[in-house]
């Protein structure tokens, strides 16, 4: 299907409107896994032209994906990725697990953003960081699209690597997501030492349901998010 290739334009409005010279974009991986960490990846580019057929990894071939994203780890001005793992998101939540891997990814730049662009509608990040949300910005944002790319192919390769001793699992092809494979051998193995205890899937498996844990902000006490700049693009 074809599809418009990402632009500056975001990045651009940024620089006008606040001053901003140093604009990072931000996308994650593996929020709605099963198993595995969070992968964020945050990625500076400038204002140059993106390379050919950059767009949301999602929309990639595996093999275009992994060659683009080698690629782009030479292109970018700078990138850099953080991980929260799956105990950490047992314990906290994901939109704190979130933000945890965003703050790692950002403070491991070489140089401080001025400016965030994070895909999607939330801001998980806040403050003191300044962040401008775009919907399918993983689409429409050169930086965001690249962040995307790099982060899947990353945190793929993690989970491959992950699964070697679980190879019934099948995380190099699902990369801990709920794949029919990933399913059956759950429910016949239990979880790994990899996987998420505080999520909902083992209510569904008896056998193991007593290993579910219990989240510690399950009190309603989750942190506040702040922040976002007030305006709208």
Known sequence: MPYEPPTHTVERSLRATTGAKIIAGVDE??????????????A????????????DSKLLTVKRRTALAVELEKWVTSYALGHASHEEIDQMGMTA?????????????????????LDGKHDYLGAPWKVRTVIKGDQSCIAVAAASVIAKVQRDKMMAELGIEHADFGFAANAGYPSPVHKAALEERGPTPYHRLSWAYLDALPQWRHLKKARSWADGNVPEIEGQLDFDF
């Not at 991986?29 to 945050?42: D, E």
């Not at 500076?44 to 050919?52: D, F, K, N, S």
């Not at 891997?101 to 001025?114: C, F, G, H, N």
């Open 44 to 55: 500076v580019t400038g204002l140059r032209r993106a390379p050919e057929g950059l767009t």
């Open 97 to 117: 697990a979130l933000r945890l891997a965003a703050v790692r990814a950002l403070e491991t730049l070489p140089v401080r953003p001025d400016a965030v662009i």
């Open 29 to 42: 991986v593996g929020r709605g896994a099963w198993a595995g960490p969070v992968t964020v990846c945050a």
